[in-house]
């Protein structure tokens, strides 16, 4: 008979909190936690936009420092990955000086000129066609004593940047997303809860 009232007990007090209400805030915290996920994706939006500005300038100062900023704020917020974020008008210009570099050298400069005019006519400006075009032309000229001079384009792989972000962050969108989880694990014990005690006292009065 105790052990029954102590069931009864447990029941009426597991239904105190309504579920529905449990619901509400749950459906409360997950729009709280997609809220502040979108504001984290804007605030990295807002930095890589800053990096793509500052690669326009052509600053190497200030492109180092739009990046760490970007990076330290993807590797600090949720939802924030960057995404490729290739620097290319950077590599236009190091490819540029590249090219001049090479072809303002005696011995095999006019390698690069005529490379260099037959690529700016098919393509234009240094974009990733040119230097394909370009490395192509130079390697039809064949290996000898004027290879040495032939330009050393930089690698486009190494104007790629691309920064990933925690799964959990101890921001907003953080502590709202573990709310969220906490309320939903309260829900499911409770009802875990309830069933397991309800089968308690069916099973009881059976046995009487």
């Not at 990295?44 to 900023?69: P, W, Y």
């Not at 690069?112 to 394909?132: K, L, M, T």
């Not at 792989?157 to 997303?177: C, Q, V």
Request: charged fraction near 20%; aromatic fraction near 8%.
């Amino acid at each position: 008979m105790a052990d029954n009232k102590r069931v009864k007990r447990g029941i009426k007090q597991l239904q105190r909190v309504k579920t529905w209400q449990l619901v509400l805030l749950l459906i409360l915290s997950l729009l709280l936690t997609a809220t502040f996920l979108r504001l984290n994706n804007i605030g990295m939006i807002e930095r890589r936009t800053a990096v793509l500005s500052a690669d326009k300038q052509g600053n190497d100062e200030i492109i180092r420092a739009r990046l760490f900023d970007l990076q330290r704020y993807a590797a600090e917020h949720m939802n924030a990955d960057s995404g490729v974020v290739y620097l290319e008008h950077q590599y236009q210009r190091d490819t540029e000086n590249a090219i001049r570099a090479a072809s303002q050298q005696g011995g095999s400069a006019n390698i690069n000129v005529e490379a260099d005019r037959i690529c700016q006519a098919r393509h234009g400006g240094y974009s990733q066609a040119y230097v394909q075009c370009f490395a192509s032309e130079l390697a039809k000229v064949p290996a000898g004593s004027n290879a040495p001079d032939k330009a050393q384009l930089p690698s486009a792989s190494l104007y790629r940047h691309e920064f990933s972000s925690p799964l959990w962050s101890p921001d907003f969108a953080g502590f709202a997303k573990g709310v969220s989880a906490l309320i939903t694990l309260v829900i499911v014990l409770r009802l875990i809860g309830l069933v397991a005690l309800r089968a308690m006292l069916h099973r009881h009065y059976r046995s009487i």
